[in-house]
């Protein structure tokens, strides 16, 4: 049963067929080349390339080194896209990480994952997305100094909130907002890669002259600089959460890889050198916002431009993680590993508005108690947990099951370096800079043991959970929805 495939429906996002008065949600294979590169770009360039330069830059010491930390992070999120792209041409099932560990590894694997995923990871990631838009949509109000952080927090919240609404009431809406924000988000890049290369055309190079000055090498260092570079790039592994939706995924995927990441990881360096060329090291590390002050000193009256592109970015990015944070909670509903209520959908708006619901509430919870930077450091943690436990499943495949079909494969060197890379990013920043946090979060990770023996391994569901299902279905107004058995 290790490998087994089976035809499901996905998400409420999938498309659905009203005729003959029966509403079934069910996947239609819609996702071309270029719409597969559209969403692994359109997810990766969000919040992180307007916020991280300047934690990357604190933890390296030096421009010269933060730039190298910028293209080791864009080579690594490529090695790991293509070993996901094997993965993704062997199981072609969509959920990512959670679908692999199951069907690799097993149920209480896949459980952990789902279970921190739903809890802890998906609301980290979109609590340190909102936080970064916060940041650029307030800054324009406190010129010259840092913005308050209650003001930016409670943006952040009703940021939200608002997505919670959009994201619930209406798909195609919610759609038309991820297309429209990614115009921005490359606008503005563009912008400052343009701005960059004229400054540095000017003659302004002094911040690149004794570039490794005052570099850090310690080993925790480098892994925290790593974290915030790599949240800059989260995103590598999107096209794996809808490999049903792909027209000929073994094709298709690897394509969308190869295209993508390059194109993202030449932007991010092009933009983090003209930083450096509009500002010092000591000036960008002091600043809350780094393109609002880059815009500052290189647009003059016009940097509000870059505060609006920027915060329309970020939003478009909050959205796009909302839009497909209903996935792996869905699929995991599907597979019996989270409560039953989280895969239904609403029964007018066809949305999955309970698992939109729980994500917001948690993401509200984590808004409240941390900072951009400390969630950042958690969530890559936790990430890069299930990367190298996903990447020794696909090791385990090349080795054991030689004969499994697969029309795409990548050398075994790659993903061996990955999986050595999640090893290094792991336990690189408790060795060197231990924190009781990590220790909090392995400890969440194994509380799910506790969950997953009663309700799922002996499935004893208390009388009182079909009661409380029950009612939230009746508040909610929402209804399972339809396995497509063909």
């Known amino acids: 049963s290790t490998m087994r495939k089976r035809k499901t429906t996905d998400s409420p996002h999938s498309s659905t067929d009203l005729s003959e008065g029966k509403e079934k949600l069910r996947l239609k294979q819609e996702v071309g080349l270029i719409s597969g590169v559209s969403l692994i770009a359109g997810t990766m360039i969000g919040s992180g390339i307007f916020m991280s330069p300047e934690w990357v830059l604190h933890h390296m010491g030096s421009p010269a080194s933060s730039l190298l930390i910028w293209a080791a992070c864009g080579l690594l999120a490529m090695f790991g896209a293509l070993s996901y792209a094997e993965l993704g041409t062997i199981i072609k099932e969509s959920g990512g990480e959670y679908i692999y560990i199951l069907r690799i590894f097993g149920s209480f694997p896949a459980f952990l994952f789902a279970y921190t995923s739903v809890i802890l990871v998906r609301p980290a990631g979109l609590a340190a997305v909102c936080l970064s838009f916060a940041e650029y949509a307030v800054a324009p109000f406190y010129p010259g100094c840092s913005s308050p952080q209650v003001v930016v927090k409670c943006t952040a919240a009703a940021c939200i909130l608002l997505l919670t609404i959009i994201n619930c009431l209406n798909v195609r809406l919610a759609t038309s907002i991820m297309n429209i924000f990614t115009a921005a988000k490359l606008l503005a890049l563009l912008v400052i890669v343009v701005g960059g290369l004229v400054l540095l055309a000017k003659g302004q190079t002094q911040n690149f002259q004794n570039a490794f000055q005052n570099t850090s090498a310690g080993i925790g260092a480098v892994g925290v600089a790593f974290y915030q570079g790599l949240w800059s790039y989260d995103g590598w592994n999107n096209l794996n959460y809808v490999t049903e939706e792909l027209k000929k995924p073994e094709v298709t995927l690897p394509r969308a890889v190869m295209i993508a990441i390059p194109l993202v990881t030449c932007l991010y360096l092009l933009v983090n050198v003209s930083y450096l060329a509009a500002m010092t090291p000591s000036e960008l590390l002091s600043s809350g916002a780094v ?140 060795i060197d800079q231990p924190q009781i946090e990590f220790l909090y979060v392995i400890l969440f990770i194994f509380s799910g043991i506790i969950l997953y023996f009663p309700l799922v391994r002996f499935k004893c569901h208390p009388r009182f959970l079909q009661r409380v299902t029950l009612h939230l279905q009746l508040f909610l107004e929402v209804a399972p929805t339809t396995r497509d058995v063909n």
């Open 291 to 430: 393109a609002v002050t880059w815009g500052d000193k290189v647009l003059g009256s016009w940097a509000w431009l870059i505060s609006l592109s920027v915060a329309l970015s970020t939003f478009g990015s909050s959205n796009g993680t909302f839009f497909s944070g209903g996935r792996v909670c869905y699929i995991a509903a599907r597979e019996g590993h989270m409560p039953d209520i989280l895969s239904m959908a609403h029964v007018q708006c066809l949305t999955p508005s309970p698992a939109l619901l729980f994500t917001s509430a948690m993401s509200l919870v984590m808004i409240i108690s941390g900072s951009f930077t400390s969630i950042v450091n958690f969530f890559s943690f936790i990430a890069w947990l299930f990367y190298g436990m996903t990447i020794s499943g696909l090791l385990y495949l090349k080795i054991k099951k030689p004969e499994l079909p697969r029309s795409y494969k990548v050398p075994i060197i790659i993903p061996i370096i990955v999986l050595m890379a999640a090893v290094y990013l792991v336990l690189a920043p408790i």
